[in-house]
């Protein structure tokens, strides 16, 4: 099997498409589901960890394009040494299970303003400053970041104590509750971000299509 492999990667026209196919669709699907939890009448509320493994997966076939270049030229030491770096650099980055939260379909000042809700119902008192708030105690500290691009805000979660990281899913449960009550009309945003993500849709599908015969022929090679 590793010397099909080898052989797949020795076949430029198969690997290029199999590569450009394997960049576009995670794009594409990430668009389109992006749209329809735009189009929805609630927003959508998840983790900080679960947003970046879900942006990684759509980044990873880009840092992986490398890959069959290293196995034309045998260089595998590069290689599995370039992986380690990027897995260390991924579980670096990865935030903690805690770190916050995400908030899709959803404005600035909405967003402001069911958070301070969810503050007053675990009964959390504090100040502003800027787009930070922190608490009376100085246990807890949440920061505002805004990608209207998106139509998303990000709820970046600081615990100064360890006592107060219970309050970290306080938060959540206490946003959820709130954003389950809100409705709204479908965004223009959405809609397009749907149309984006079907227009890469067809693309990669029109592409496997062309090389349908090079591709299964390939695959003989390797599992044949």
């Not at 026209?13 to 668009?31: C, E, K, R, T």
């Amino acid at each position: 099997m590793f010397r099909g492999a080898i052989m797949l990667a020795d076949s430029y026209q198969v690997v290029d498409v199999l590569m450009l196919v394997g960049n576009i669709l995670p794009l594409a699907v990430y668009f389109l589901v992006l749209g329809l939890i735009n189009s929805h009448a609630h927003p959508c509320l998840i983790t900080s960890r679960s947003d970046f493994l879900a942006l990684t997966s759509v980044m990873l076939p880009v840092l992986l394009w490398p890959v069959p270049e290293f196995v034309r030229a045998g260089m595998y030491g590069p290689l599995l040494a370039g992986l380690l770096i990027a897995a260390l650099v991924f579980y670096y980055m990865l935030p903690a299970r805690d770190a916050g939260f995400v908030v899709y379909n959803i404005s600035r000042s909405r967003c402001l303003k069911l958070l301070e809700q969810a503050f007053r119902g675990l009964g959390l008192r504090g100040s502003w400053h800027d787009n930070v708030w922190t608490s009376e105690d100085a246990d807890l500290s949440v920061e505002l970041r805004e990608f209207s691009l998106l139509h998303n805000v990000a709820l970046h979660i600081d615990v100064l104590r360890e006592d107060a990281r219970p309050l970290v899913h306080g938060i959540g449960v206490q946003l959820a509750q709130r954003l389950g009550s809100v409705s709204q009309l479908p965004s223009t945003m959405g809609a397009g971000l749907v149309v984006v993500g079907v227009m890469l849709l067809i693309f990669p599908m029109w592409m496997v299509g062309r090389h349908i015969e090079d591709i299964v022929d390939a695959m003989t090679h390797i599992f044949g």
